[in-house]
């Protein structure tokens, strides 16, 4: 019994060991490439092109904008947050360049891609309408079985939101066609592709900051849908977009369901803390290890997305090949469809950056007495299964559902069947009580 305790100890440190030399390799890395792609597009998209977050400190922040728009950002992009004892130390070695310049006011969506953004005619189609930009949201209208059903209650909406590196896809592919009868006659059904994420328009001029990817939900659900009442269901990033439409649209919310939401209460620096918890800094198990490099290091993640996003065409076909299979599964496919500007911004932006106001969120859901299930998997092993436990704990009345043996992809994508089950429970329990009170 000491000996396996002795064991783990010593494989505990060993790991902590190498981890530690790993990421100084890679703190020096990522200075390198910093320096690497300020040639090329200084070569290639000519002197105005944008600069990175390495110079970027919080003066700058503090000093150079009062823009309302400004708190949308998280700290966590500042290079002097994401510490790199490189940077410090060679801050003056860097080629130089001036700090990035104020901020734009929200995406002017500006049609062209970047050298280092794959260009394909499926990824570049948006650019071809760039006047009126709408997300793309998969529709499910209810089925009328007969002319009986007119004067039944009008069908509710849901819409339902996908977490990081993820699309529409992973509800309308899965959840869609297991619904049940009843649920198919009385609901309408959205699915959105987040803002710079699937199909919808990635733009290079846009921060995808919390207020991006709301109203841009906005202006391609809610209003031209005209939805006056509408229950939601997110997964991991997206509860935390979820959350902010639902305080937004409190008289309008009737039930919210949060899969795996990266809830970390905090009482300061809520941004960095949650970096930390959900992209930690090891080399094991691989899956944080590719979040952390995706996370932490700016022009790493370039690189990374510069080989598989830039390339996905060729990539999809090697992988044809080698599993011999004509179609590939869509949830490989979504991993490459994005830049890496709009996962780099809504990782920061989105999940450490919303983390300061969850809290908010929570409160005003409270006092709106809206209906809260969260369903998590025990088995997750990219959101800590406490953060189910900080929901219970922030809103009591919340119902909260851990599923055993299921990760956090398994928990929705395998058991469809239960977890429409789960759905269709919270929606007809608003159902009754909203009948109730009309009585
Ligand atoms: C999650 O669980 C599913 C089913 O049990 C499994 O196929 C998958 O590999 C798991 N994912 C990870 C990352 O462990
Ligand atoms: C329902 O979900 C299961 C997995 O639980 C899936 O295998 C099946 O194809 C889905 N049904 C339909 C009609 O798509």
């Known amino acids: 019994m000491e000996w396996r305790k002795w064991t783990e100890k010593a494989s505990e440190i060993t790991l902590s060991i190498i981890s530690w030399v790993v990421f100084l390799c890679l703190d020096f890395l990522d200075i390198v490439l910093c320096n690497v792609y300020k040639v090329l597009d200084d070569f290639l998209e000519g002197k105005a092109s944008r600069?990175?977050?390495c110079v970027k400190t919080e003066e700058v922040d503090a000093n150079g904008v009062d823009d309302d728009r400004e708190s949308e950002h998280s700290g966590t992009l500042c290079g002097s947050r994401r510490n790199n004892i490189f940077r410090t130390l060679m801050g003056s070695l860097r080629i130089s360049s001036a700090p990035r310049r104020g901020w734009k006011n929200g995406c002017t969506f500006c049609g062209k891609h970047r050298w280092s953004d794959c260009g394909c005619d499926s990824c570049i189609e948006w650019t071809q309408n760039s006047e009126d930009l709408r997300l793309h949201?998969?529709?499910?209208?209810?089925?009328?079985?007969?002319?009986?059903?007119?004067?039944?209650?009008?069908?509710?909406?849901?819409?339902?939101?996908?977490?990081?590196?993820?699309?529409?896809?992973?509800?309308?592919?899965?959840?869609?066609?297991?619904?049940?009868?009843?649920?198919?006659?009385?609901?309408?059904?959205?699915?959105?592709?987040?803002?710079?994420?699937g199909r919808s328009p990635k733009p290079?001029?846009?921060?995808?900051?919390?207020?991006?990817?709301?109203?841009?939900?906005?202006?391609?659900?809610?209003?031209?849908?005209?939805?006056?009442?509408?229950?939601?269901?997110?997964?991991?990033?997206?509860?935390?977009?979820?959350?902010?439409?639902?305080?937004?649209?409190?008289?309008?919310?009737?039930?919210?369901?949060?899969?795996?939401?990266?809830?970390?209460?905090?009482?300061?620096?809520?941004?960095?803390?949650?970096?930390?918890?959900l992209a930690a800094r090891k080399v094991w198990p691989p899956l944080s290890f590719g979040s952390a490099i995706m996370s932490w290091y700016e022009h790493l993640g370039r690189s990374v997305c510069f080989i598989f996003c830039r390339n996905h065409k060729t990539w999809e076909?090697?992988?044809?090949?080698?599993?011999?299979?004509?179609?590939?599964?869509?949830?490989?496919?979504?991993?490459?469809?994005?830049?890496?500007?709009?996962?780099?911004?809504?990782?920061?932006?989105?999940?450490?950056?919303?983390?300061?106001?969850?809290?908010?969120?929570?409160?005003?859901?409270?006092?709106?007495?809206?209906?809260?299930k969260v369903i998590q998997g025990d088995r997750d092993q990219v959101v800590p299964l406490e953060c189910s436990a900080n929901v219970k704990?922030?809103?009591?009345?919340?119902?909260?559902?851990?599923?055993?043996?299921?990760?956090?992809?398994?928990?929705?994508?395998?058991?469809?069947?239960?977890?429409?089950?789960?759905?269709?429970?919270?929606?007809?329990?608003?159902?009754?009580?909203?009948?109730k009170k009309m009585e």
């Open 204 to 277: 290079s001029d846009c921060f995808y900051t919390l207020r991006d990817h709301l109203e841009m939900i906005e202006k391609s659900v809610i209003g031209p849908y005209k939805l006056d009442s509408f229950h939601i269901v997110a997964h991991s990033m997206g509860c935390v977009i979820a959350l902010a439409l639902a305080a937004e649209h409190i008289k309008l919310i009737k039930s919210i369901t949060l899969i795996a939401p990266p809830y970390i209460p905090s009482n300061k620096d809520a941004s960095l803390m949650a970096l930390q918890r």
């Open 137 to 197: 949201v998969v529709v499910k209208e209810p089925l009328r079985v007969s002319s009986h059903d007119c004067g039944k209650k009008d069908a509710q909406n849901v819409i339902f939101i996908h977490g990081f590196l993820a699309s529409s896809s992973y509800w309308a592919e899965t959840i869609f066609p297991n619904l049940s009868d009843s649920m198919k006659q009385n609901y309408r059904l959205f699915a959105v592709d987040l803002l710079g994420f």
């Open 51 to 53: 600069t990175c977050y």
């Open 393 to 435: 704990m922030k809103v009591p009345e919340a119902d909260v559902n851990i599923v055993p043996n299921a990760n956090h992809s398994s928990v929705v994508l395998g058991r469809e069947k239960e977890l429409v089950r789960d759905l269709e429970s919270v929606w007809s329990a608003v159902a009754i009580s909203e009948d």
């Open 317 to 372: 076909a090697i992988l044809k090949l080698i599993m011999r299979k004509r179609e590939l599964h869509f949830t490989v496919m979504d991993l490459t469809r994005h830049t890496h500007h709009s996962g780099w911004h809504s990782m920061h932006n989105v999940i450490c950056g919303g983390a300061k106001s969850m809290d908010r969120y929570f409160d005003t859901l409270r006092e709106g007495m809206v209906k809260i």
